[in-house]
């Protein structure tokens, strides 16, 4: 089977540095995606990584190390519309690849 | 504008009641898939579909029907509605790795 785990909740201020966590446990491995979703909004795409490092686009930054199956999504500068839920997401074996299995979301709240 | 649209935004449904949610994308992806999301409990596969003509069940797929009646629409169907499927209801499409794009949302509560 496949399980993600990512903290339930992370509180950081206006301007700060946030790094949101996510382990998986997968047989057979294809990418770590990360999705953010504003309340009662739909989630939308943020990043992918197929291969270990960083991989920075703009104040969002998304980490991989294949070897520890953990990830992460680090957060510059915040701003206070980055509060939002954000999900880890990897590729299921049993859909040949093709669809997604989530996290249950790490919320993210940005105080003044 | 390029998307992902579902409708309807909202439905109360008594409990034993049908109803049909639509679903097209414009992107020309072959992928689509119909996921729910409930407090606390992430997103969770209901149906997929890779191409035209084709569905696979997800993870919790029981209670629910699907039809891709072509590349750009696919429709989820609850025959006998319970208030278990009270949920909010994504529609999604992608093409190969690329990320999902995800419609707005259908907010179903069976009473």
């Known amino acids: 089977g496949q399980s993600l785990e990512q903290p339930s909740e992370v509180t950081a201020v206006e301007g700060a540095i946030v790094q949101i966590n996510c382990t998986y446990q997968t047989s057979g491995f294809y990418g770590l995606s990360w999705y953010q979703q504003h309340d009662g909004g739909a989630p939308t795409f943020l990043s992918y990584?197929?291969?270990?490092g960083l991989e920075e686009t703009g104040r969002f930054s998304s980490f991989l190390s294949r070897s520890d199956s953990y990830g992460y999504l680090l957060l510059q500068e915040l701003q206070m519309k980055d509060s939002a839920s954000y999900f880890c997401a990897v590729r299921r074996e049993d859909t040949g690849r093709r669809a997604l299995t989530f996290g249950s979301g790490t919320r993210l709240q940005v105080q003044p | 504008n390029a998307g992902v649209t579902q409708t309807p935004k909202f439905q109360v449904l008594k409990t034993g009641q049908s109803m049909t949610l639509q679903c097209a994308q414009d992107m020309n992806h072959n992928s689509m898939y119909w996921y729910r999301q409930d407090p606390g409990m992430g997103l969770r596969l209901i149906h997929y579909?890779?191409?035209?003509?084709?569905?696979a069940k997800g993870e919790v797929p029981d209670g629910y029907n699907v039809s891709r009646l072509n590349k750009r629409e696919f429709s989820l169907r609850l025959e006998s509605a319970a208030p278990s499927q009270t949920s909010v209801y994504f529609c999604a499409s992608s093409e190969s790795t690329d990320g999902y794009t995800f419609g707005s949302g259908t907010r179903l509560t069976v009473v």
């Open positions: 990584n197929a291969l270990d």
């Open positions: 579909s890779v191409g035209e003509g084709t569905t």
